[in-house]
C-alpha cells in the first residue's frame, strides 16, 4: 500500500504562484510514476503532469500546464512538487496526487485526499 499527502494548497491572486507537495509513504519502492491531477467545481478529473520515479525524471505536461507549471521529484523525500506560476481564475480546483505502483503481479494507483488551490481574480 502507499498513502498520499498532499499540502501547499491556498489562495492567492491571479498572476501569483504556489508551490504544492505530495508526500508518499509506505511501499514507496515500488512507485513508478507520479502526477498531479486537478478537479474544478461541478468538472471531471483532468491531468496536469506527471514525473517517473525510476530513472531520469522523465516529465510530461497538459497544455493548460505547459510553460507555467513545472513538475519535480525528491526521491530522498519521497515526495513530488508542483511549481505553479502565473495562475489564473481557470485554475481554481482541488489538486490531487497519485502514483502508479508495479509489484511483481500488477500495477496498482494510488491517490492523495488532494488540496484545495483557489486563484482570485
Known amino acids: 500500500q502507499v498513502q498520499l499527502v498532499e499540502s501547499g494548497g491556498g489562495l492567492v491572486q491571479a498572476g501569483g504562484s504556489l508551490r504544492l507537495a505530495c508526500v508518499a509513504s509506505?511501499?514507496?519502492?515500488?512507485?513508478?510514476?507520479m502526477a498531479w491531477y486537478r478537479q474544478a467545481l461541478g468538472e471531471q478529473r483532468e491531468a496536469v503532469a506527471s514525473?517517473?520515479?525510476?530513472?531520469?525524471?522523465?516529465?510530461s505536461y497538459t497544455d493548460s500546464a505547459r510553460g507555467r507549471f513545472t513538475i519535480s521529484r525528491d526521491n530522498a523525500k519521497n515526495t513530488i512538487y508542483l511549481q505553479m506560476n502565473s495562475l489564473t481564475p481557470e485554475d481554481t480546483a482541488v489538486y490531487y496526487c497519485?502514483?502508479?505502483?508495479?509489484?511483481?503481479?500488477?500495477?496498482?494507483?494510488?491517490w492523495g485526499q488532494g488540496t484545495q488551490v483557489t486563484v482570485s481574480s
Open positions: 497519485r502514483c502508479l505502483r508495479r509489484d511483481t503481479i500488477r500495477v496498482y494507483e494510488h
Open positions: 509506505g511501499s514507496t519502492s515500488e512507485i513508478t510514476r
Open positions: 514525473i517517473s520515479i525510476v530513472g531520469d525524471a522523465i516529465t
